[in-house]
């Protein structure tokens, strides 16, 4: 899987759009970009995956660089609840029977 | 999406005691489970990886002998804690991939206190 990395820690207020970005320069073609995200003291929850176009759902969404080697997650109207730890994982299909693996990622930290 | 849930969310045992957590797929049928420990202020890290019908794989420096892990079912993964000992004490978390919207799930885990 390749490398990724992320700021360890950032901070958003309330009602503005997070953005966090994540470097990942030795991406191959066919690796996606996965994000989930630990809120403290529950397991990591799916927040949003893309392989080269950007990608949006209710929860996020994901815009890849034309080369690849870098995206940025958005939350676009963050609030307190979307304080926790996110994870960018870049990988072969997460579907797949592979375990993923956890960097260190960045502490988001909404506030009021 | 998916659900994965996961019994007890927390329990506490006294140091010796053997200490089973199960791991379901609720809306989708898993061969494969993942059981993950998480110390605390640290990330996650795979403990090893269940077979629906076959061992359980393990990672290195993971004793396979303390950490049982029974996959008896498409929904279903167990792993029990056998003699556990205060240095046990962690939050476990075991993940489902789903290949039908091509990621993973988690459960939400379990805080293991012995005491």
Known sequence: ?112 | GAVVSQHPSRVICKSGTSVKIECRSLDFQATTMFWYRQFPKQSLMLMATSNEGSKATYEQGVEKDKFLINHASLTLSTLTVTSAHPEDSSFYICSAPASVSDTQYFGPGTRLTVL
């Open chain 1, 1 to 112: 899987d390749a490398k990724t990395t992320q700021p360890t820690s950032m901070d958003c207020a309330e009602g503005r759009a997070a953005n966090l970005p994540c470097n990942h320069s030795t991406i191959s073609g066919n690796e996606y970009v996965y994000w989930y995200r630990q809120i403290h003291s529950q397991g990591p929850q799916y927040i949003i995956h893309g392989l080269k176009n950007n990608e949006t759902n209710e929860m996020a969404s994901l815009i890849i660089t034309e080369d690849r080697k870098s995206s940025t997650l958005i939350l676009p109207h963050a609030t307190l609840r979307d304080t926790a730890v996110y994870y960018c994982i870049v990988r072969v299909r997460a579907g797949s029977a592979r375990q993923l693996t956890f960097g260190s990622g960045t502490q988001l930290t909404v506030l009021p």
